[in-house]
């Protein structure tokens, strides 16, 4: 049975997922997209709360998005960074002036006692979006990663630079050290204790929904902490419309971020096949790009290959279309 005009619900991480978030946007009805967003990245820093991929989202769905960095909002100055590092304080999280408004009022409100979700559909409305935008929860989730022990190094004759390893915040790890230390598992601190927002389990519940899509974001580190949320696996398990995943791997390399690097060092191949076996217990169908044909011939779910690396606009409308075409193909 078709169901053409449905809604459709994304889950998505920051620059990779946003970028089919927005050519959904654009293809969709604005108001039969809900979008939620991955909260395991925020973090306080300056005593400021700041959710980098709830940004993303609302800088790209706007059209308010850095295309020179990837990252941050249009026509960005750096007084407050340049003012900050003649101070003496810490620089290693860029934050534009424009940018710095939206922590601001996000940490006023915040105090003041509304919830994340309160806060991002007043600043969606104000910016313009049609869509919903949701948080996973209102409730926190922190992602940890743990890293590997290291070896003394030869040059030291065996007594110096080897590390123990330990964990690190997700902000350290993926600003600060720039994805350099080598990881073995990570955890989504608190995870087990939220609810997910009420909107997104109404989501997952609506009879009418045409599809599920699981953008292409890093799998560990965006996607997999909406699903450490109790109940969303399962709810994902359960719901009637199919669930598909867009591959972030496209010959054996990530587009964008540590997802290759990651995957090796998890004992993970480095190919689009082993994101399809990370979701398999919920995944209805798994979109791979064309270069990925060999990579996924042997999986045993329904696979649309086409072009998926998106560097215009364009290119997000186009993918997007063959995500809600893929989706009336396959009915549960």
């Not at 997922?17 to 939620?36: C, E, N, Q, S, W």
């Not at 974001?217 to 359960?238: H, K, T, W, Y």
């Amino acid at each position: 049975m078709s169901n053409e005009t449905g809604p459709v619900l994304a889950l998505s991480g920051g620059v990779g997922g946003a970028k089919l978030a927005l050519g959904l946007y654009r293809i969709l009805p604005p108001d039969t997209l809900t979008i939620v967003a991955n909260t395991g990245d925020d973090f306080e820093h300056l005593g400021l709360s700041i959710s980098p991929d709830l940004d993303t989202l609302l800088y790209t769905l706007s059209g308010n998005d850095n295309l020179e960095l990837g990252w941050g909002r249009r026509g960005e100055t750096w007084t407050f960074m340049a003012a900050l590092e003649a101070l003496g304080g810490e620089t290693w999280f860029r934050l534009g002036d424009g940018d710095l408004a939206t922590h601001i009022e996000r940490t006023r409100r915040r105090k003041a006692g509304e919830s994340l979700s309160a806060i991002s559909h007043d600043f969606r409305r104000r910016l313009g979006i049609a869509a919903r935008l949701l948080p996973m929860s209102d409730d926190p989730v922190r992602t940890r990663l743990h890293t590997a022990p290291t070896p003394p190094s030869p040059a030291s004759g065996g007594g110096l630079g080897g590390g123990a390893g330990g964990w690190l915040d997700f902000q350290d790890y993926f600003v600060r050290l720039r994805c350099e230390p080598v990881i073995d598992r990570l955890e989504f601190a608190g995870a087990a204790d939220v609810r997910p927002h009420r909107e997104f389990l109404a989501a997952l519940a609506d009879p009418q929904l045409r599809a599920i899509v699981i953008c292409p974001s890093n799998p560990f580190i965006s996607i997999d902490p909406i699903l450490a949320v109790p109940g969303v696996r399962a709810a994902l398990r359960a719901c009637n419309a199919p669930v598909i995943a867009v591959s972030p791997i496209i010959g054996g390399k990530a587009v964008k971020g540590p997802t290759a690097k990651m995957m090796a060092e998890l004992g993970l191949p480095v190919d689009a096949a082993a994101v399809a076996h990370h979701y398999r217990d919920f995944l209805d169908l798994y979109i791979a790009d064309e270069e990925d044909a060999a990579a996924v011939a042997g999986l045993d779910m329904p696979v649309v290959l086409t072009r998926t690396l998106m560097q215009s606009l364009a290119d997000r409308e186009a993918l997007a279309r063959a995500v809600l075409a893929a989706a009336e193909r396959v009915r549960k």
